[in-house]
């Protein structure tokens, strides 16, 4: 057996578990087989089966299994959700589940920050902001659902957020446990002091790498080359360029870090402004290369959102209930842009749609639906975007499951990566895949289908 086969199937130590009964009451602790299961997914395709599920419900409870893991060298995994698509919160291990109470709000400054604990839903923490027209920057599909502690530890971004609004760019403070128990709470002068004395070398350390970043000035600017797009792979090393003050530092590097570098106890945002006017169209360009030129003049305009849907997007849903016949009309190789403009008033709304429609006038159209402020209308053009992820899984073959990934390529270059990609999925004959995406950050979903139990589709894969 080899070393990872073994580790595997080692059973966690006597002495942990024995403290573990000590620190969690029975009825928040799961081993048996059908509750290890049940928790060995999340919204991904992956399966990892825990050994132990921990749920918390206090900080205390996290600082002492955190003492404790980190003496045992047992590993460790966090979660709040679980909507993940990407299996950040599955365990082969211990796996810790936010309980109950986690749902501390606080509204700062007539809703310009609100402090949050990690269980709150981000749809709940924006209900809390609405009358004062503010809301938290992130903006995922999962929002509904989606816990404050995935939506920071992912960097979870979304449909209106891009780059600018995500947690990364919005945070004003952060508490955290570090996996040797420690707190510290950067709006907390006292805890912050603590920290500085119990911590200095850490600290330091940041700040040296933070030096030593900035001083290198080809791999600063590849940095920054990198994450001027949407990119939420690995660490966020922009921090080491963007911060020189080490706690700022290590704050951002928590974000995005999917728990691999602590246990977010409490986030801050600077809120962002929630327009009450608003309205969504939908342009169908006659071909890619036309839909991705009209992007980056679509950018330096008034919009809140601009999702790109590529012909077999459009195609998954044209036979649901409450689409447009149109739709089934359209040409093979269509491809539309769904846009929407937010504003403080109705008047500045209308100013809005006509700079964005006298921005693309002189691109070739295939179909349009005009700007609308009915809900029901801009509720549709969006059920057309938000139904195009369900619809692959609805056709897939028994035994097959649901990929999606994401890619981005620079605003400029849009139409090559969406061709490349339209070209690879034909290649390898994925006839059911769809392409959709952020298209003012060149972000790009593609879905398909894929079954893992025979060579020749791995191979494919």
Avoid at 159 to 178: E, F, H, W
Avoid at 191 to 214: C, K, M, W
Wanted: overall charge negative; glycine content about 6%.
């Amino acid at each position: 057996m080899n070393a990872a086969a073994q580790l595997e199937r080692a059973p966690l130590p006597a002495a942990f578990l024995r403290e573990v009964e000590r620190l969690i009451p029975v009825e928040r602790r799961f081993d048996d087989p059908l509750s290890t299961l049940a928790f060995g997914t999340d919204a991904s395709f992956y399966r990892l089966i825990p050994k132990l599920v921990v749920r918390v419900e206090s900080e205390a409870e996290v600082i002492a299994l955190l003492k404790l893991t980190h003496a045992e060298n047992v590993p460790v995994t966090f979660r709040a959700a679980g909507t993940s698509l990407s299996g950040q919160a599955i365990s082969d291990s211990v796996l810790i589940v936010l309980g109950d109470n986690w749902n501390g709000r606080e509204i700062r400054n007539g809703g310009e920050q609100i402090r949050l604990q990690p269980g709150v839903i981000g749809a709940n923490a924006n209900a809390v902001l609405a009358p004062f027209q503010r809301k938290i920057g992130p903006d995922p599909a999962s929002i509904n659902a989606a816990k404050i502690g995935g939506i920071v530890a992912n960097n979870s971004s979304g449909m209106c957020c891009g780059t600018a609004q995500n947690t990364y760019k919005t945070l004003a403070g952060l508490r955290v446990v570090l996996a040797d128990g420690t707190v510290v709470d950067s709006e907390d002068a006292s805890s912050v002091a603590a920290f500085r004395q119990s911590h200095a070398a850490l600290l330091e350390q940041l700040s040296e790498l933070g030096r030593e970043t900035r001083a290198n000035t080809e791999l600063a600017a590849k940095i920054r080359h990198k994450y001027r797009l949407k990119n939420t792979t690995g660490f966020s090393l922009n921090a080491l360029v963007d911060y020189d003050e080490p706690l700022d530092i290590l704050s951002h590097l928590m974000v995005g870090s999917e728990g691999t570098l602590g246990f977010i106890s409490a986030v801050t945002y600077d809120t962002v402004p929630d327009h009450p006017h608003k309205a969504s169209a939908l342009v169908v360009f006659p071909d890619v290369e036309t839909c991705c030129l009209a992007v980056p003049v679509l950018k330096q305009q008034p919009v809140s959102a601009v999702e790109l849907l590529d012909r077999r997007s459009l195609r998954s849903v044209e036979h649901k209930a409450g689409m447009p016949e149109w739709v089934k009309e359209l040409s093979p190789t269509a491809c539309a842009l769904l846009i929407e403009s937010r504003a403080a008033s109705q008047s500045l709304l209308h100013e809005q749609i006509n700079l964005i429609m006298t921005s693309i006038a002189h691109f070739p159209v295939e179909k349009q639906v005009d700007f609308s402020e009915d809900p029901v209308v801009y509720n549709q053009l969006w059920k057309i975007r938000k139904d195009t992820f369900p619809a692959v899984g609805a056709v897939r073959q028994t035994g097959t499951t649901v990929i999606i990934e994401d890619v981005t390529f620079p605003v400029e270059r849009l139409a090559e990566g969406v061709n490349r990609l339209i070209e690879l999925l034909d290649k390898h004959r994925y006839d059911e895949a769809i392409l959709f995406g952020h298209a003012l950050e060149g972000n790009l979903h593609f879905v398909f289908t894929q079954g893992f139990d025979d060579p020749a589709q791995v191979a494919r894969y």
